[in-house]
């Protein structure tokens, strides 16, 4: 299925570097079917992907969803719509100075910086230049737009979107999917911080599909996700 199993990145462990069987694998393939099953009467095509605050694991998540998705063979787009601290780049590797922020501030095509990754089925869309506004980027008829193309074009998008305690644009981005994803860490994430990424997430129009526990210490495995 993959074009290589090259290592894409130093810092993330993606499942594209994995045996199948690893129990990381499963996880990711676990949680990609339980998306799957959310919803029986409503398609559900666009995912964001948040945690209440930084380094709880939202884009390792999110990256490795990604190829979950593409390896069952959809057409698969992840687009890093975190305009503050982008990292999509960086963890495929690829050239980020074209983006997001292009498209939307009208200056590129979607299809001119749309970049194919290593994995089959799995493209691109990295944040571009950070700007000084991304909350009024993420929430303009540009990016209604840039989601309405993308749409026809693919089977499944995915955002990467800042922390929705830090600032407001994950929750601007719910009112453009289709569903949320909330990840917390073991042992980092407190119950109240949790309650309140939760409640604000249900202010928008997008549905809460569910919460990815991230860093659990699980026997020799070093860590494990469950959804």
Known sequence: MFKSKK????????????????PVFESYRTLRTNIQFASVDQDIKKIVITSPKPGEGKSTTVANL????AQQGKKVL?????????????????????????????????????????????HILTSGP?????????????????????ENEFDIILFDSPPVLAVTDAQVLTNLSDGTILVVRSGSTDQDAAKKAKDLLQVGKSRLLGVVLNGKNQKQEQYYYYY
């Open 7 to 22: 290592k894409l990145n130093n810092q993330r462990l993606l499942v594209a570097d994995l045996n199948s069987k690893s």
């Open 66 to 69: 990604a190829i979950a998705f």
């Open 130 to 150: 950070i700007p000084p506004n991304p909350s009024e980027l993420l929430g303009s008829n540009s990016m209604k737009e840039l989601v309405a193309k993308a």
């Open 78 to 122: 992840l687009i890093d719509a975190d305009l503050r601290k982008p990292t999509v780049a960086n963890t495929f590797s690829l050239p980020n100075t074209s983006g997001l922020t292009n498209v939307l501030s009208r200056q590129s095509k979607i299809e001119q910086v749309i970049q194919q990754t290593a994995v089959e089925n799995l």
